[in-house]
């Protein structure tokens, strides 16, 4: 089984590696040999064993009968879309990490991998090393899904965590980010959420089997969040994660990105550092989370391979994906329902509690010029109207079970 990798980057690299090392596991698991033939990027490599089956043309692994799967780890849309397209099309699996990618043309690769009866398989798009998308296409298949929670992004949830566990600023933990490699120079993809909206748009079109445009999802980062939030969610015993979530009600799906205040009896509460985990309820099941690594190279080349391992395992048979190019149109913002987080001066403390539904106050010593308060549930649209003339410092939403 020869297979070609599109990119020599971080991933593209790691996949070269674990199919060199694990080679013999793969091949038994296959049924037979899986190798590299070509690795496709425009650099040089001289010295690397790549340098052997590098090439800078696409049309060699196109013009090649031999090459049965292509891995494709380049990033971008573009020619990352036509590269993958026109694989498909020459009945050859594709097997990519790239989330970018799937969010925007998963569904028209899926059915072209249908009509041509091969596999377009995306394992380490969401959750890099968590086997978190073949769970919803082949595991969780008897159920409605209700909700789909996670956190979706490693270098958020090891800001945060740092935030809460030494109490720095959000710049000074941005920096080490930075430093240590987790952040890019420029984080905004991150930071901003956009990357983990990408990610639940990914999940929630496959857990309702409709197209959902990631722009369509109301995404919120993490850069309002202060060290102040973080010393009354310590006093409240809650932590603040980025979540990507999206779930059904009354027949309509909604879905968002926000950071998000959860109580320690949350599965995802303990989730820490660059470690990701994704929250999945069922109808029948109830809840299942898988956990682990979701970013860096070996966790996502593994993810990879494992596409690659099942694309062999299947030649010439479909393995059926519910996405159609149906378009799933999400429900308002304004009519999701939460518990809020705020803060507001201690002198607005009356008209505050006035006008929410307050089911718990919180004064901190170390900040006397302002008070907090939990909310019981309410919509988006409420709180807005009922904040509208509050001076609001901040606030977050808190995870109603
Ligand atoms: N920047 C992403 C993260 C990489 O931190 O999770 C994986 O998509």
Redesign the pocket.
């Known amino acids: 089984m020869k297979v070609a990798i599109l990119g020599y980057g971080t991933v593209g690299s790691g996949v070269f590696d674990v199919i060199r090392e694990n080679q013999e596991i793969i091949s038994k698991k296959v049924g037979a040999p899986v190798e590299v033939k070509y690795v496709l990027d425009l650099r040089e490599f001289p010295g690397d064993p790549v340098a052997s089956v590098l090439t800078h043309d696409f049309a060699d692994i196109l013009n090649d009968p031999e090459v049965r799967i292509i891995v494709e780890v380049m990033g971008g849309l573009h020619p990352a879309y036509e590269f993958s397209k026109q694989a498909l099309e020459s009945g050859r699996s594709v097997c990519t990490?790239n989330?970018e990618l799937v969010a925007k043309y998963g569904a028209e690769l899926i059915r072209i991998a249908q009509e041509k009866k091969c596999n377009y398989l995306f394992e380490a798009s969401v959750g890099?090393g968590i086997p978190v998308i073949r769970q919803l296409i082949r595991s969780i298949t008897a159920d409605e899904v209700e909700k789909v929670s996670g956190i979706?992004?490693?270098?958020?949830?090891?800001m945060m965590t740092k935030m809460r566990e030494e109490g720095v600023a959000f710049d000074v933990i941005l920096k080490r980010a930075q430093e240590k490699g987790?952040?890019?120079r420029n984080p905004a993809?991150?930071i901003e959420g956009h990357?983990?909206c990408r990610?639940i748009a990914i999940l929630t079109s496959l857990a309702y089997g409709k197209q959902v445009d990631y722009e369509d999802i109301y995404t919120e980062g993490i850069t309002g969040i202060s060290d102040v939030d973080v010393a009354y969610a310590n006093e409240l015993g809650m932590g603040i994660k980025l979540l990507g979530e999206s779930y059904r009600k009354d027949g309509v799906v909604y879905a968002m990105v926000a950071p998000k205040m959860l109580c320690s009896d949350n599965p995802l509460y303990p989730v820490n550092g660059?470690f990701?985990a994704i929250l999945i309820r069922g109808n029948k099941l109830d809840d299942v989370m898988c956990y682990g690594r979701?970013?860096?190279k070996y966790p996502?080349a593994s993810a990879v391979v494992s596409d690659v391992i099942d694309a062999a395992k299947h030649p010439n048979v479909n393995i059926p994906i519910l996405w159609s190019e149906e378009k799933l149109v999400l429900g308002a913002k304004e009519d999701m329902v939460n518990r809020f987080f705020v803060r507001v001066p201690v002198s607005e403390k009356e008209e505050a509690k006035a006008l929410l539904p307050v089911a718990k106050a919180v004064a901190l010593a170390a900040y006397p010029e302002e008070i907090a308060f939990l909310t019981e549930p309410m919509s988006e649209g409420e709180f807005e109207k009922k904040t509208e003339n509050l001076t609001v410092f901040n606030r977050i939403r808190v995870e109603v079970k």
């Not at 979706?152 to 090891?158: A, D, K, R």
């Open positions: 990490s989330k890099g979706l992004n490693g270098t958020t949830n090891y987790y952040a890019e993809a991150d990357d983990a990610k660059v990701n979701g970013a860096g996502t």
